[in-house]
């Protein structure tokens, strides 16, 4: 019984820690005035539809880390696991608060290239843990492109 309440409240902590931080960085840091006037490529989705999906990969990025957690706190994994959260969670300053489109883009890059290689390195041990960090790397590759493309077009904007 202790044991399971120990399981779920370390999950819980994952879930504040990473969907909460999510969160609090999303409030802190949303688009305004600055973003609506960026010129934006055609494949720009609308504004909302980034809460709701991050939304969700939040909540997996949270389960992947207890789960990598529970089994070794101080693998290789769960190493690339806590520098994907950091590099994901500096992206959003640096884009809209510090309006700092090519260092956002080289964060991103870094965060994609981390994501894949954390799907490769854990692909072989847990592929549930892998699989549930694939959505995560469309949506990151996505927003490569689309920190790219508005970085492109927004020349007077690069910093």
Known sequence: MFSSFQNFGSLAVFMVVVV?????????????????????PSFNPP???????????????????????QGDPSSLAMKMWYAQLILN???SPVFFVAHRIGAAFGIITLLFITIAAFIITVSNQDWVLASLFLPYAIWVG???ALNGAILFLNARHRG
Do not use: Q
Not at 28 to 33: I, K, M, Q, R
Not at 47 to 69: D, M, S, T
């Open 20 to 40: 909460g931080g999510g969160l609090v960085i999303g409030l802190l840091t949303s688009p305004g005035e600055w973003y609506a006037d960026l010129k934006k």
């Open 142 to 144: 996505f927003a490569l």
């Open 89 to 91: 969670f500096a992206w």
């Open 47 to 69: 504004n909302w539809i980034f809460g709701p999906v991050w939304a969700i990969l939040y909540l997996f990025i949270a389960i992947v880390g207890w789960r990598l957690w």
